[in-house]
C-alpha cells in the first residue's frame, strides 16, 4: 500500500494547490456534506486550482454513511463526466472522508482523492492511514478498503467553528493515541484546558497525534500487527455505537471510543496490569468530559453479540488491544463472557449508569 503524505497546513490554499498539482487529472470533483458545503466550502473560495471543479453535496451524519449514499456518489461521477484519471478532493468529517474515499477507491477501478478534513476527529483520525468504507447491516465500517488518499491536509484552523461534542468526538482518538505511545503525551491531553482551547498549542497536539498514528500505520498498513493498537477502546466502543444506532439514538463516534476506553482500560487493569491510578486519572477525564452510556444489565447479551463482529476477531472469538503501560500495547487479548460482563458492570458503576 502507497504512502499517503500528510501535510500540516501554514495556509491551505498554498497546501491544496501544490497537492492538486502533483495529482494530473482531466476533471476536478469536490465532495462535501450539507454541513461543511455551508460552513467550509467557502474557504476554497477563489484558489485558481479548483476552477470548474464540480461539486457532489451528500446528506450529512453518519446515518448517511451507507450504501444509498455511496451509489449516488458513483452516480454523480459518472453523470458528471468521471474518468479514471479524475481527482476527488473530499471536504468534510470523517463520514465524508471515509464514504469519498471509499466511492474513488472503488469507482472504475479506483481514483485518486485528497482529504481535507474539516473535524478533529477526521483529522486525527478518519482521514489518515488509508481506511476507507461504509456502514452497513447495522455494523459500523462493516464494507470497505485500504485504499489512502494521495495526499491529506491537515488546516486546523477548521476547528475554530467545531462545537464542543464534535471536538471532543475528535478528542477522545487523540487520548488515544496517548495511551499507546507516551506518558508525557497523556500527561499533555490530560492537562490540556478544553475551556479556553489554545489553538496554536491545539495545532502541535494534533500533529503529534497524528504523528503516532502515521507511524504505526507505516510499519503495519494492512493491520497484520501493530497497527490493531489504534483499536483500543474499539471494541467496545462500536458496540455501543452499533447499540445506539440500533436504539435511534445516535452517538458520536468518539464518545462511543470514550466510553470503550474505560472498559478496555478495565480489562486492561484486571488482564495485563495496567496501573490503576492512570486508568483512574483516564476515566475521570472521560467522565468530566463525555458523560456516560446508558445501558441495563438486560442488553449485555446484545452488546455481546455485537462485540462478536469487529473485524479484528478470529473465529467468532473476541479480541482486544488491552495495555500493560502507557505504551506497552498487548494485542490480540481475549476474555470470556463472564469478565466481559464483569467489565460492563464495572462500567456501570464507575459511569454512574
Not at 306 to 330: Q, R, S
Amino acid at each position: 500500500m502507497s504512502k499517503q503524505e500528510v501535510i500540516l497546513c501554514e495556509g491551505l490554499a498554498n497546501s491544496l494547490t501544490h497537492a492538486i498539482e502533483k495529482c494530473p487529472h482531466d476533471k476536478l470533483f469536490i465532495l462535501t456534506d450539507e454541513h461543511t458545503h455551508c460552513l467550509c466550502r467557502p474557504h476554497l473560495d477563489g484558489i485558481p486550482a479548483l476552477e470548474g471543479a464540480e461539486e457532489i453535496v451528500i446528506g450529512a451524519e453518519d446515518v448517511h454513511k451507507n450504501l444509498e449514499t455511496l451509489a449516488a456518489v458513483w452516480q454523480a461521477l459518472s453523470e458528471k463526466g468521471a474518468s479514471r484519471h479524475s481527482l476527488l478532493i473530499n471536504l468534510g468529517g470523517g463520514m465524508v472522508t471515509d464514504l469519498g474515499g471509499f466511492a474513488a477507491s472503488t469507482f472504475k477501478r479506483g481514483i485518486a482523492y485528497i482529504n481535507v478534513p474539516t473535524t478533529l476527529l477526521a483529522m486525527v483520525d478518519a482521514s489518515v492511514g488509508g481506511k476507507t468504507g461504509i456502514n452497513f447491516n447495522g455494523l459500523k465500517n462493516e464494507i470497505g478498503v485500504f485504499a489512502p488518499a494521495a495526499c491529506v491536509l491537515l488546516e486546523t484552523e477548521f476547528l475554530r467553528s467545531l462545537d464542543a461534542h464534535n471536538f471532543f468526538s475528535g478528542y477522545a482518538e487523540m487520548l488515544k493515541h496517548g495511551l499507546i505511545s507516551t506518558p508525557e503525551h497523556l500527561a499533555e491531553l490530560l492537562a490540556f484546558d478544553t475551556e479556553k482551547t489554545d489553538y496554536a498549542l491545539l495545532k502541535s497536539m494534533v500533529g503529534r497525534s497524528v504523528q503516532v498514528k502515521e507511524h504505526i500505520v507505516e510499519e503495519d498498513p494492512l493491520e497484520h500487527g501493530i497497527r490493531k493498537a489504534l483499536n483500543l477502546g474499539h471494541t467496545v466502543g462500536h458496540a455501543f455505537e452499533s447499540l445506539a444506532l440500533a436504539e435511534s439514538r445516535p452517538v458520536l463516534h468518539g464518545y462511543a471510543v470514550a466510553w470503550g476506553l474505560v472498559c478496555e482500560l478495565y480489562l486492561s487493569y484486571i488482564k495485563t496490569g495496567f496501573p490503576k491510578d492512570k486508568m483512574r486519572q483516564t476515566i475521570q477525564f472521560v467522565k468530566e468530559n463525555y458523560g456516560s452510556f446508558a445501558f441495563n444489565c438486560k442488553q449485555y447479551d446484545q452488546l455481546y453479540e455485537l462485540m462478536k463482529h469487529d473485524k479484528k476477531n478470529t473465529a467468532g472469538v473476541i479480541n482486544f488491544t488491552l495495555l500493560k503501560e502507557v505504551g506497552d500495547i498487548c494485542l490480540n487479548q481475549t476474555a470470556d463472557k463472564e469478565t466481559i460482563f464483569e467489565m460492563f458492570d464495572f462500567y456501570r458503576e464507575c459511569m454512574g449508569v
